[in-house]
């Protein structure tokens, strides 16, 4: 990386690319850092209990903009 180049400037580059530029850029850096086997196994851990916690109906599942749409009333504080 050019010297001249800090990180604040380059996210500032960055967001100036195209949707499709970016999520390629964050998948491409994601996969650039090595994984730790502790953490996978316990990713693996967590979407297993997960699954099994659907599959009994403990848990349910709810269609995706449902689930923005609380995301966000829960941000903005609005119930």
Known sequence: MNAALTLDSFLAE???FAPESRLELAER?????????????????????????VRS??????PGDEALR????????RA
């Open 14 to 16: 960055a967001m100036n």
């Open 70 to 77: 609380q995301v966000r009333e829960a941000v903005l504080g």
């Open 57 to 62: 109906g403990e848990m349910k599942l709810i």
């Open 29 to 53: 850096l994601v996969a650039s850092v090595p994984e730790d086997a502790e953490i996978e196994a316990a990713q693996i851990e967590e979407v297993s209990r997960r699954m099994e916690d």
